[in-house]
């Protein structure tokens, strides 16, 4: 089951915020968030798990919502490299049987104006 | 380090033609990701592997694909025969136990 983002698209000028969700109609074992630049592979940014804490990477934080079944990214004094496609991807079980599996949201493209 | 490798980055072909993508994941990791990007479908995952062993085919589309994990260090995937709809970013990613997963530069597959 694909989590679904929101917003789709996002504009900003630099040094504003935003902050974008990634929701699941399963529960979930673990949320990862990517960053896709135009024309190059997803990056890996950050990881929450079940039961761990909010994550910080840089000025981008993202939280984990277990009963809700959602995170949230979060980015504080956007940046113009922030600009690029961010992507939640959703693991349904422990890594031992899933292997890491993910399933990945339709993205959110976020461009960031000086 | 080196990251992910995958060859070619760029494949031209005509359709009814076989396309063979290769990924070489990085040393250590055990658990391969092979992904296709689309603008209409997103990235949506084709196969995985585990201990050169594959876990989960699923997301392959059609007969048409396969996927080989001869060894730890190398995997290919194969269309046979090509159609203009596989047009695609095709990525492969590794990940050790199941964590983060490190994406190679992708091959963009163009059939005509």
């Known amino acids: 089951q694909q989590p679904v983002q929101s917003p789709q698209a996002v504009i900003l000028r630099e040094g504003e915020d935003a902050v974008i969700n990634c929701s699941s109609s399963?529960?979930?074992?673990?949320v990862h968030w990517y960053r896709q630049k135009h024309g190059e592979a997803p990056v890996f940014l950050m990881i929450?798990?079940?039961?761990?804490e909010q994550m910080r990477h840089e000025k981008i934080s993202a939280s984990f919502n277990e009963k809700k079944q959602q995170s949230s990214l979060y980015l504080t004094a956007s940046q113009l490299s922030y600009s690029g496609t961010y992507f939640c991807?959703?693991?349904?079980?422990?890594?031992?049987?899933?292997?890491?599996?993910?399933?990945f949201g339709q993205g959110t493209i976020l461009t960031v104006h000086p | 380090d080196a990251g992910v490798i995958q060859s070619p980055r760029h494949e031209v072909t005509e359709m009814g033609q076989e396309v063979t993508l290769r990924c070489k994941p990085i040393?250590?990791?055990?658990?391969l990701f092979w992904y296709r990007q689309t603008m209409m479908r997103g990235l949506e995952l084709l196969i995985y592997?585990?201990?050169?062993?594959?876990?989960?085919d699923s997301g392959m589309p059609e007969d048409r694909f396969s996927a080989k994990m001869p060894n730890a260090s190398f995997s290919t995937l194969k269309i046979q025969p090509s159609e203009p709809r596989d047009s695609a970013v095709y990525f492969c990613?590794?990940?050790?136990?199941?964590?983060?997963?490190?994406f190679g530069p992708g091959t963009r597959l163009t059939v005509l």
């Open positions: 990613a590794s990940s050790l136990l199941g964590y983060t997963q490190y």
């Open positions: 399963k529960a979930l074992y673990s």
């Open positions: 929450l798990l079940k039961g761990g």
């Open positions: 991807g959703t693991e349904m079980t422990a890594g031992g049987t899933s292997y890491g599996k993910l399933t």
């Open positions: 040393s250590g990791h055990n658990s």
């Open positions: 592997f585990n201990n050169n062993v594959p876990i989960d």
